[in-house]
C-alpha cells in the first residue's frame, strides 16, 4: 500500500507539470505580449485616451472655426404672408411684435391681403481692432491646452500600464517560486518516508511534511489568485478580453542599470507643459477682454424687392402681393463702440488677472513637487540597489544553509524543526530577492515618470 501510495503521489507532480505547461502554452498562444507593444495597445485602445484625442481634435477645429468669422455672412431670404394692413407711425419697442410697414391708414381695415419680401443680406464685420485675432489666438491657446492634457494623461496611462506589467511579472515569479517549493517538501517528504522506514527518523515527520505541503500549496494558491487579478487589471488598462502573458520575462532576473539625473526647469514633463499652456489659455482670455470694449466696423450692403395686395389707393387685391413689385438697394458703413462695455470689461479683467496669477502658482507648484519627487526618486533608486545586493547575499546563504542542513537531516543530524527552518528562510530569501528586484525596477520607472521622459525605461527592454 505504501509503495503505489508513494508512486501515485510521485507521479502527481509529473502531471501537474504537464497541465499547467499546457495552459500556459495556450495561454502565451493567445495573449503573449511585449511591454512596448502593451503601451501601443492602451494608447489605441483605452477609451478614456480615445475621448481626449477626439477632444483635442474638436478643439483645433475650433481655430478654424474661429478663422472662418473673418468672412462676410450673406443671408437670403423670401417671405410670403397673409394679413391686414393697419398700421401707425411712431416708435415702439419691438420685442414681441411683428413689425408692420407702409403709410398709416385712415381707418380700421380688417380686410387681409397677400404679401411677400425677398432680398440679400451681406454682414461683413470689416474690422474689429483686434478682438477677432484675440478670440482666435485664443481658440489656438485651448487647443494646445487640450493638447497638452491629453499628452499629460496618456503619459500618466502609459507609467500605470508599466506598473502594471512589473506587477504581473513579480506574480509569475511568485507563482514560480511557490511551485518549486512544493517541489523542495514533496523531496523531504518522500525522504523522510525512507528515514521513518529505515528508523533513522520518527514517523511523525512524515506527517509534519505532508502538513509542511499542504501549506505550501495553499500559498501557491494564493500567489496563482494574486497573478491573474494582476494580469486582469492589466488587461483592463491595455483594453483585452483575454489574459495577458508577459513576454518581457528578463526584468526581474537583473538589476536597472544605474541611473541618476536632475532636471530643475521640467521643460519636457507633460504635467509642466499643461501648466505652461493654463497660463498662457488665461493669457489669451486676457487679451480678448482687453480688446472687447473697442469699437467694431461693420460693413453691409443689400438688394431686396416687395410685393402687396395693397395698392396706392386703397383699393386692395388680396393675391397680387404674392409677386414682387418694387425693388431696392442699399450699402453702407456702420462703426458702433460700446460706451457702457469699459465698466463691465474692466471688472472681468480683475478677475481674469487673478486666475492667471493662480495658474502661474500652480505652475511653481508644480515644479517644486517635481524637483521634491526627483531626489526621492533617486534616494529610492540607491537605496533598492542596496537593498538588491543584500537579498542577493541572503539568498546564497540561506541557499548555503537549506543544502547544508539537508544532508544533516538525511543523516540523522538535526531534527524536523531544523530543517523546516531553513526550508522556509530559503522560502522567503527567493522571494525577497524577486521583490527586491522588482522595487529596483519601479523606482526607475519612478526616475523616468518624474523626469518626464519613459524612454529611460522602455530602452531597457529587451
Known sequence: MNKRYRMIYGLVPVFTSLICSGVAAQKTADTLLHLKDAVQMAESRYHLLAAGRYETEAASQNVAVAKYSRLPSIDATYQAGFATANNLIGVFYPNGLVPMTGPPSANNNYSPAASSAASVLLNWQASTFGERNAKINLSAAEARSQEANYKQNLFNHTINVISKYLDVLLAEDMVAIHLHNIERVQASLQQSRVLAHTGIKPGVDTALFLSELSKAKVDRLNAQKQLETQQWLLAQLIVTDTLPVPAD??????????????????????????????????????????????????????????????????????????????????????????????????????????????????????????????????????????????????????????????????????????????????????????????????????????????????????
Open 249 to 462: 520575462i528578463g526584468f526581474l532576473d537583473r538589476l536597472p542599470p544605474s541611473f541618476s539625473g536632475t532636471d530643475s526647469a521640467f521643460s519636457n514633463h507633460p504635467l509642466i507643459q499643461y501648466a505652461q499652456s493654463q497660463v498662457l489659455l488665461n493669457n489669451s482670455k486676457e487679451a480678448v477682454l482687453k480688446k472687447s470694449y473697442l469699437p467694431k466696423l461693420n460693413v453691409w450692403g443689400t438688394a431686396f424687392a416687395r410685393g402687396s395686395g395693397f395698392l396706392a389707393d386703397g383699393s386692395i387685391k388680396t393675391w397680387d402681393g404674392l409677386g414682387l413689385s418694387r425693388y431696392n438697394y442699399g450699402a453702407g458703413l456702420q462703426l458702433a463702440f460700446p460706451i457702457m462695455k469699459y465698466g463691465e470689461v474692466k471688472r472681468q479683467l480683475q478677475q481674469q488677472n487673478l486666475l492667471t496669477k493662480a495658474a502661474e502658482e500652480r505652475l511653481m507648484e508644480n515644479k517644486s513637487a517635481l524637483s521634491t519627487r526627483q531626489h526621492i526618486a533617486n534616494t529610492t533608486f540607491q537605496n533598492s540597489l542596496a537593498v538588491a545586493a543584500e537579498t542577493i547575499q541572503q539568498h546564497r546563504s540561506s541557499l548555503y544553509a537549506f543544502n547544508a542542513m539537508q544532508v544533516r537531516y538525511n543523516t540523522g543530524l538535526v531534527n524536523f524543526a531544523d530543517l523546516v527552518q531553513a526550508q522556509y528562510n530559503l522560502l522567503k530569501a527567493e522571494l525577497d530577492v524577486k521583490q527586491a528586484y522588482w522595487d529596483a525596477w519601479k523606482a526607475l520607472l519612478l526616475q523616468a515618470a518624474v523626469k518626464g521622459d519613459l524612454s529611460i525605461f522602455l530602452n531597457e527592454t529587451r
